[in-house]
């Protein structure tokens, strides 16, 4: 490496102007300061001062308290919005101590008091360079967190993987717009989460957000429910009711599981997205909304149209921005981050002081296949809180079949909740995986032993992603 580069990779000398009145002042500390690495400047008042930060920013600035036309606190007060990226000292006379402390308190960094010797001017300007590489680093960490808090979190949903920080993106910048959404994956991956979150990340999160459970509610009911009801309109319907589009107008509504919706429910939500107009129940007229539609689904919605199931015109409606959560067998990276997300929920909801897990117990967590996803999760580390005698999770503190792969689990143990869904789909995944290996992988002979239809299986093998 030759000399030139070597003066090249110098790191640039700070800027540093002086504002003082007297010359000889001015002379002794910009040959001193020279000689010590700055690329100095001198302005005789506050009024040079002023025009000289207008066209350079410096790092420091040492400036006289009492000087004529405009004295030292006048050009920091005048000044100040200018000088951001500037560290200013003062140099006070003796009987001006107390201003240069008024103009710490409005921002200053320090005061010099005269007389001085030389090594007191360098020493404070190198405890002002420390300071200063300080607020640069604490200011880069605050942006790294700041990075990582973005990548980690939308709403109230954590995560560390490539592929929910990739959903994490597509919501917030989702949430910015009115679009219909369709938010699809397994049950329990926060599917919920993910549409809270586009709604107070966008424009209507002062406004109502209204959510329902499309297979929750009897079909008799779920259209009043939905549209409202005027007077009258059925036996029991003794005065108009505002349904749940009206209640959510101006904010979202949150349609979840869409599936379930009967064919004639379908045609008049269609009507609702297509006309932004909803008739309620036993009326003659339409009413005008402004509703945004977040609809979801557990289940393949291309492959019911193809059943005849579910109207493709309603599906194209919905589907304008797919959002696909995938399910926590598919990124075991965020394992780790969700549980200490649950440890300190549960901290405080239960007044406990668990600080982690085990390797041991993360390893079974680690191993465990997760049919119920992200809730199945949630719901083993309450129990794992509840049981803790330690501040450590240990491996007995979670169900003794945990990341165990074994056909004979007892029913408490395989199903570890209360949601007959997710049993359901637990046990359906179950019965069909041991049924493909009694007949060694043969579907037209496991569709005849489940007494299910053999597109049926292929359907479920397909849903529920069993390696055959």
């Not at 036309?69 to 200013?88: C, H, I, P, Q, Y």
């Not at 869904?421 to 037209?444: P, S, W």
Request: charged share 30%.
């Amino acid at each position: 490496m030759d000399n030139k580069t070597i003066k090249d990779n110098k790191p640039p000398k700070k800027r540093l102007l002086i504002i003082d009145d007297e010359e000889n002042m001015r002379h002794m500390l910009s040959s001193l300061l020279n000689k010590s690495g700055y690329r100095v400047d001198t302005a005789s008042d506050g009024t040079d001062a002023l025009e000289m930060v207008d066209q350079t920013l410096y790092d420091f600035i040492l400036c006289d308290l009492k000087m004529p036309n405009m004295d030292g606190m006048e050009f920091f007060e005048t000044a100040r919005d200018k000088l951001w990226a500037s560290t200013v000292i003062m140099m006070s006379a003796y009987g001006s101590i107390e201003t240069a402390v008024e103009a710490m308190k409005k921002g200053a960094y320090d005061f010099i008091s005269k007389p001085f010797k030389s090594d007191e001017v360098l020493l404070t300007l190198k405890k002002a360079e420390e300071r200063e590489s300080l607020k640069r680093e604490n200011r880069w960490l605050k942006e790294r967190i700041r990075k990582i808090q973005e990548n980690y979190y939308f709403g109230k949903m954590v995560s560390k993987s490539k592929t929910m920080n990739s959903v994490f993106k597509l919501a917030e910048k989702v949430a910015q717009y009115n679009t219909t959404v369709l938010i699809s994956g397994d049950s329990g991956t926060g599917k919920e989460l993910i549409a809270r979150g586009i709604h107070f990340a966008g424009q209507r999160a002062k406004k109502t957000l209204v959510p329902i459970n499309c297979g929750g509610i009897p079909e008799n009911l779920l259209e009043s429910e939905l549209f409202g009801y005027k007077k009258g309109a059925f036996t029991g319907a003794d005065r108009d009711r505002k349904g749940l589009f009206e209640e959510a107008d101006g904010g979202t509504i949150f349609l979840d599981e869409i599936g379930e919706l009967t064919l004639p429910l379908q045609v008049k939500l269609l009507r609702v997205l297509q006309d932004n107009e909803i008739r309620a129940v036993g009326d003659s007229k339409t009413k005008k909304i402004d509703v945004r539609v977040i609809a979801a689904t557990a289940k393949h919605l291309e492959d019911e149209v193809s059943k005849g199931t579910f109207r493709e015109d309603l599906f194209f409606r919905l589907n304008v921005l797919p959002i696909k959560l995938p399910p926590l067998r598919d990124r075991p990276e965020d394992i780790p981050i969700l549980c200490q997300h649950f440890i300190d929920r549960f901290n405080i909801r239960l007044e406990k002081e668990i600080k982690g897990i085990t390797p041991a117990a993360m390893s079974l967590l680690l191993k465990h296949s997760w049919p119920g996803n992200v809730r199945e999760l949630e719901n083993i580390i309450e129990r794992a809180v509840v049981l803790a005698e330690d501040a450590i999770l240990l491996p007995e503190n979670f169900p003794p079949e945990l990341g165990a792969e074994s056909d004979t689990e007892r029913m408490d143990d395989l199903f570890g909740g209360y949601s007959l869904k997710v049993a359901r789909k637990i046990l359906e995944k179950k019965i069909i995986t041991r049924a493909l290996k009694a007949t060694d992988g043969n579907r037209t002979q496991a569709a005849r032993i489940l007494e299910i239809s053999h597109p049926s299986l292929l359907s479920k093998i397909k849903t529920y992603n069993i390696l055959v």
